[in-house]
Nanobody, 127 residues
């Protein structure tokens, strides 16, 4: 049984920072790509950031909208994943989900290419 549990969401003013964490059990993170998606109210789930699988370079990828502001990190020994979010904007308001899977590089940004999901943590950025 795979379980992913996010934490760290909350309410922050524009320009502020938050750090999201995801703790996993049931699978070894090092065997998978890991990532973050988000869903804003009334919108589709969208890609935020991810590490590709080790066999595909294990590199970090970001959505253009968060590049330079968000940083994804992983600790395979602890089976954890984090997302440091700086210079937050009201448009970053969304439920944030961590995920693990084995998407090919061309499908990294597609939510249906991922296998397991957390329950989400809410981030609200006030203007």
């Amino acid at each position: 049984q795979v379980q992913l549990v996010e934490s760290g969401g909350g309410l922050v003013q524009a320009g502020g920072s938050l750090r999201l964490s995801c703790a996993g059990s049931g699978r070894t993170f090092s065997d998978y790509a890991v990532g973050w998606f988000r869903r804003a109210p009334g919108k589709e789930r969208e890609f935020v950031a991810a590490f590709s699988q080790k066999g595909q370079g294990g590199k970090a990828y970001y959505a253009e909208s968060v590049k330079g502001r968000f940083t994804i990190s992983r600790d395979n020994a602890e089976n954890t994943l984090a997302l440091q979010m700086n210079s937050l904007k009201p448009e970053d308001t969304a439920d944030y989900y961590c995920t693990i899977g084995r998407p090919v590089l061309s499908a990294l940004r597609q939510s249906n290419a991922w296998l397991y999901w957390g329950q989400g943590t809410q981030v609200t950025v006030s203007s």
